[in-house]
């Protein structure tokens, strides 16, 4: 079949937080993103204030309201500081936001082009799950940092006290997973595979993604060339509150549970997303006395594996090493994976009921099991 599908890859995500200034720095010093620009009040923009944020081919914006009336607060009221949007690159803005719309998405920003010296760049939106912005952005005729009203961030100067902690190995954008509400995760799926020309990469049941107290169902749609992969959780019934059932409560509706950030040295970013005081979830050791036996031979050495509480999988076309942050705000809604791709394609399924479990014990500590 030919592909027909016009995401090339993401281009960014937006996080709306109330104070986007500590934000940048949290995420500066404890996962290694570095401020390259910013846009406010200096700038000459007065609605709101935007720092951007890079690491490899990681891009974060993130944005506060200047005013108490301003769209941007109101969201952090509802749910926390949290993915506001996720932004696609395409080649044809016009075309994706028409057909979208067309297949029934609810049109928030036309096509509209903004321009500075640089030249011009061209975006739209469409309504995502929940409050979540489904962002397209066009870059062919636009050669500057990001966008117009963006200017050069001090803190890439040689000022930057942060510039010589060592870097934290994160690379890429592997997957941003949505949580959706009961009965919506078909309804995005065929979405994303209708209007955006995505693929059914994997399905999960909730007898596959389940422990004794409860379970989920999933979805992965991903482009045809792997460059965005996006799962869709809902909630299944179970005898207490699931993961998902307790984002849905405390982000007030669906949204982006988490962001799944790429590295070539699991081990090594690990160790020092934990020495910049990134908070992991914990993995038993016993989880390690049978890991050779359902993997097979790794090439990362096992103690030191199990000394950062890093899980394995495989699947036919190689393995994968991955862990999970605790949730990054007092709300127990967003948080990061960490995965290391060695020749995997799937997303850990092995680890599923590991990884829930000690998610459970999470919630039994905040009171929502």
């Known amino acids: 079949m030919e592909n027909t599908c016009p995401i090339l890859g993401f281009d960014h995500l937006e996080f709306y937080v109330g104070n986007a200034k500590q934000a940048a720095y949290f995420y500066e010093t404890q996962f290694g993103i570095r401020p390259i620009a910013f846009r406010g009040l200096e700038t000459g923009y007065r609605k709101a204030a935007s720092y951007l944020l890079s690491q490899g081919n990681i891009r974060f914006v993130l944005s506060s309201a200047l005013g108490a009336d301003h769209p941007m607060g109101e ?13 696609y690159l395409v080649t044809d803005v016009r075309q994706v936001y028409q057909k979208a719309v067309q297949k029934g998405a609810t049109a928030v920003i036309p096509p509209t082009d903004i321009e500075d010296r640089d030249g011009r760049l061209r975006f739209a939106a469409i309504q995502g799950y929940g409050d979540v912005l489904f962002k397209l952005v066009e870059r062919q005729h636009y050669g500057g940092l990001f966008a117009p009203g963006f200017m050069p961030s001090q803190n890439t100067s040689s000022q930057n006290p942060h510039q010589g902690r060592p870097a934290t190995g994160l690379t890429d954008i592997d997957h941003v997973v949505g949580n959706v509400e009961v009965g919506a995760m078909d309804r995005w799926v065929n979405f994303f595979i209708e209007a955006l020309g995505f693929n059914l990469l994997a399905h999960f049941d909730d007898k596959t993604i389940a422990t004794a107290h409860s379970a989920l169902m999933s979805k992965v749609v991903q482009t045809p060339t792997g460059e965005v992969k996006l799962p869709i959780n809902e909630p299944a019934p179970g005898p207490r509150m699931s993961q998902i059932d307790e984002y849905l409560r405390f982000n007030h509706g669906p949204g982006v549970q988490h962001i799944a950030l790429a590295t070539h040295d699991i081990i090594k970013t690990v160790r020092q997303l934990k020495a910049n005081g990134v908070a992991f979830l914990e ?15 790794i090439d990362e050495p096992l103690d030191q594996l199990a000394e950062l509480g890093i899980l394995v999988d495989r699947d036919a076309d190689g393995y994968l090493l991955q862990i999970f942050t605790q949730p990054v705000g007092d709300r127990p809604t ?17 680890n599923f009921k590991a990884l829930f479990e000690a998610i459970e014990r999470e919630q039994a500590r905040r009171g929502n099991l």
Not at 334 to 350: D, K, P, Q, Y
């Open 283 to 297: 993995t038993p050791l016993a989880y390690y006395d049978t890991l050779e036996a359902r993997v097979g031979a």
């Open 334 to 350: 967003l948080f990061f994976e960490v995965i290391e791709r060695c020749g995997a394609t799937s997303f850990g399924e092995g």
């Open 75 to 87: 969201a952090v009221a509802r749910h926390g500081d949290g993915v506001a949007a996720i932004a």
